[in-house]
């Protein structure tokens, strides 16, 4: 099995997007939606809970076509996108490691998996560990900061029309974080042809090296 993880500076850094992205571009590649659940109240909501509260159980691996394929659900996205087969996990953060493994365990030896979740980069071992950062960088959380030093690609999502000089900038706080992984800027809805190159030939390489660089 080959792991692709997708992870993000936070909630909002656009990885489902990326992920979405990478998918529909390589095709054949699975998603397993890592979400490790809140725990106290909601960051989210005020009076309400969302998917990634905590519930009972220690974690929940989720396969129902109902469920992962609900309109506005990232698993559905990636449906969208053409994953071959989507999993959802929701997990106590102590509970992580044991939930990654069983659900990995759903997929076929030989599969790519699109992994997406900080977690997992604490937990797992990955191909290609992928940080996604927004244009618009304003908060990074803890979660993304303790897995700077196992990245080994930084993607900025890019919008069209952002100056570089704003991209380097975030890349320059990344790296004055602890990200010192290189930096692809790409908009996942535009792609410049030489971006899209560089990501998906790194992807590439990274799950299949024998092949090697595709045109």
Partial sequence: MKIIALAGTSSEAGKTTVGAFIIKALGNVCALKATVQHEGSCPRHRDTSCDGCSSDADFSIITDPKVISEPGKDTARYLEAGAPKVVWLQTNSDCAQEGI????????????????????????NADLAIMVAPQDLQKVKRSAVEIFDKIDLLVLNRWSGVPEEFLESTRKRLESMGCKAPALAIDPYNPEPAARDALLNRIREAINPLVGVMP
């Fill in 101 to 124: 493994r069983k659900s990995l365990e759903l997929f076929d030896d030989e599969a790519s998996v699109l992994v997406e979740g900080n977690r997992f980069i604490t937990v797992g």
